[in-house]
């Protein structure tokens, strides 16, 4: 079956330091990979996109970077983290188009203290 | 500018009403549409999309959502609300020309009081 895991869960860490995200894809191959942030008070917005190895896509400037090591890893990163990084990060997958919509990990919370 | 609106914020409906969420959309051609809904620190969860043909869309969980094109909307809809259904709902759209991304708009969080 196809399953997507994310983590950590939760995650908090002051500011400046460095932070590592991971999103892992089962079952399936070749998908398009993305990572998402929600902050409090606003809807979701996306960061990243990957259609495949070592390619990556940023939609907004900012702190975070991203990138796609293997098929179905996708990492998202800082090396100094801001307060304004905090959110809740969800990675999402899609294959073979999106007939059957985005799948979503279940996220994580990341606060910068 | 191309984007996703829901112009409620914060919705609340008594357990047993009617619900209806509002989204509207601003894109050259018709984006494909999709709900998703989000229980408390969870990820999202499909409920139902609309691509092409009738404008009626049955999803999961009893919703339901109709596309309007004249209005550029795609509003979801429940007859009758359980409190399970207490969550924040997001309308989505992946637009017809570019890279087959999906953008949200802001959500609506739906109260469900006894």
């Known amino acids: 079956s196809q399953t997507i895991h994310q983590w950590p869960a939760t995650l908090v860490q002051p500011v400046g330091s460095p932070l590592s995200l991971e999103c892992t894809v089962e079952g399936t191959s070749n998908p398009n990979l993305y990572w998402y942030r929600q902050a409090a008070g606003r809807g979701l917005q996306l960061l990243f996109y990957s259609v495949g190895i070592g390619q990556i896509s940023s939609e907004v400037p900012q702190n975070l970077s991203a990138s796609r090591p293997q098929d179905r890893q996708f990492i998202l990163s800082s090396k100094k983290l801001l307060l304004s990084d905090s959110g809740f990060y969800l990675c999402a997958w899609v294959t073979g188009g999106f007939a059957y919509g985005y799948t979503f990990g279940s996220g994580t919370r990341l606060t910068v203290v | 500018a191309q984007s996703v609106t829901q112009p409620d914020i914060h919705i609340t409906v008594s357990e047993g009403a009617s619900l209806e969420l509002r989204c509207n959309y601003s894109?050259?051609?018709?984006?494909?549409l999709f709900w998703y809904v989000q229980s408390p620190g969870q990820g999202l969860q499909l409920l139902l999309k609309y691509f092409s043909g009738d404008t009626l869309v049955q999803g999961i969980k009893g919703f339901e959502a109709e596309f309007k094109r004249s209005q550029s909307s795609f509003n979801l809809r429940k007859p009758s609300v359980h409190w399970s259904d207490a969550a924040e709902y997001f309308c989505a759209v992946v637009p017809q020309t570019g890279a087959n991304n999906l953008f949200f708009g802001t959500g609506t969080r739906l109260t469900v009081i006894p």
């Open positions: 894109y050259g051609a018709t984006p494909y």
